[in-house]
């Protein structure tokens, strides 16, 4: 069974930075495709950053030249290293591993969830 693990979530004021680790666990479990996803309360989950096996990346407008994700495949971690946070970035944020198909930014579908971890930026 494959778990993802987020961590790093807080409360913070605005123009500050929080780094969101997420880990997975599980045998024989290589990392892949991943996404950091985000939802607000009464907005639906979206796409914040997905990152690639080779490390190419796909960010979403509002979070570009701010968040800057990575991976470390020995450690079977994601990082989302959030910089200069907005009051519109409170949100649960969710990890996500193991896509179903080819194209998993588009279609959302993903095997592996995590729990998600609250971040909370305050004007």
């Known amino acids: 069974q494959v778990q993802l693990v987020e961590s790093g979530g807080g409360l913070v004021q605005a123009g500050e930075s929080l780094r969101l680790s997420c880990a997975a666990s599980?045998?024989?479990?290589?990392?892949?495709?991943m996404g950091w996803y985000r939802q607000a309360p009464g907005k639906q989950r979206e796409l914040v950053v997905g990152?690639?096996?080779?490390?190419?990346?796909v960010y979403t407008n509002s979070v570009k030249g701010r968040f800057t994700v990575s991976r470390d495949n020995a450690k079977k971690t994601v990082f989302l290293q959030m910089n200069s946070l907005k009051p519109e970035d409170t949100a649960v944020y969710y990890c996500?591993?193991?896509?179903?198909?080819?194209?998993?930014?588009?279609?959302?579908?993903?095997?592996?969830w995590g729990q998600g971890t609250q971040v909370t930026v305050s004007s």
């Open positions: 996500a591993a193991g896509p179903r198909d080819s194209y998993p930014y588009i279609t959302h579908r993903w095997a592996y």
């Open positions: 599980g045998s024989a479990f290589s990392i892949n495709t």
């Open positions: 990152i690639a096996t080779g490390g190419s990346t």
